[in-house]
Antibody, heavy 119, light 112 residues
Framework: EVQLVQSGAEVKKPGESLIISCKGS????????IAWVRQMPGKGLEWLGI????????RYSPSFQGQVTFSADKSISTAFLQWSSLKASDTGKYYC????????????WGQGTLVTVSS | DIVMTQTPLSSPVTLGQPASISCRSS???????????LSWLQQRPGQPPRLLIY???KRFSGVADRFSGSGAGTDFTLKISRVEAEDVGVYYC?????????FGQGTKLEIK
């Protein structure tokens, strides 16, 4: 079964750093891109960007450029989303999703990681 | 950026009746390869999103055949032929033709 399993919920203070993870299984991890999506509480979906674990090619949405960093460790089939200095406005649920750029399909989705930033 | 506008934002529907959600893009979505990378996602309460339709009209594996997607130019439609209780949730259109990818605002489907 193809699946993405994300790390657990985090509670952080403003200014702290954070890395959350997304582990792929059931497929060749380096063959597909990973996309990251944010959902703020009670709101819609927003793209953060996409990352190719095979060659580390990265595309950030302009709204998130410089705010987050994508990376991956191919040896453990895991993608990462990183913040160096969190803000309260980073509070939300973050999803990773596998992207097949050939078909344009986004599946499967991770279960989401809830990030709460509060003083 | 391509702006995706969904209508309606809320849709009360009677069980067993059809439902339709529209999505309009601010620019055409046909890629240079000839495909329109327009997808529809369903998000049930408390769940992650789930892919229903990709490339405008292709039903994803395992999706019930009561869901269908269509469109042309900048206007796209998701149709549910007969709404069931499990269809309650928020539906999003999204484009992945041009970066940055963008979502519609979401349409909440609820049962009357």
């Amino acid at each position: 079964e193809v699946q993405l399993v994300q790390s657990g919920a985090e509670v952080k203070k403003p200014g702290e750093s954070l890395i959350i993870s997304c582990k792929g299984s059931g497929y060749s991890f380096t063959t597909y891109w990973i996309a990251w999506v944010r959902q703020m509480p009670g709101k819609g979906l927003e793209w953060l960007g996409i990352f190719n674990p095979g060659d580390s090619d990265t595309r950030y949405s302009p709204s998130f450029q410089g705010q987050v960093t994508f990376s991956a460790d191919k040896s453990i089939s895991t993608a990462f989303l990183q913040w160096s200095s969190l803000k309260a406005s980073d509070t939300g649920k973050y999803y990773c999703v596998r992207l097949d750029r050939g078909s344009g399909s986004f599946d499967p989705w991770g279960q989401g990681t809830l990030v709460t930033v509060s003083s | 950026d391509i702006v995706m506008t969904q209508t309606p934002l809320s849709s009360p529907v009677t069980l067993g009746q059809p439902a339709s959600i529209s999505c309009r893009s601010s620019q055409g979505l046909v890629h240079s390869d000839g495909n329109a990378y327009l997808s529809w996602l369903q998000q049930r309460p408390g769940q992650p999103p789930r892919l229903l339709i990709y490339k405008m009209s292709k039903r994803f594996s395992g999706v019930a055949d009561r869901f269908s997607g269509s469109g042309a130019g900048t206007d796209f439609t998701l149709k549910i032929s007969r709404v069931e209780a499990e269809d309650v949730g928020v539906y999003y259109c999204m484009q992945s033709t041009q970066f940055p990818y963008t979502f519609g605002q979401g349409t909440k489907l609820e049962i009357k």
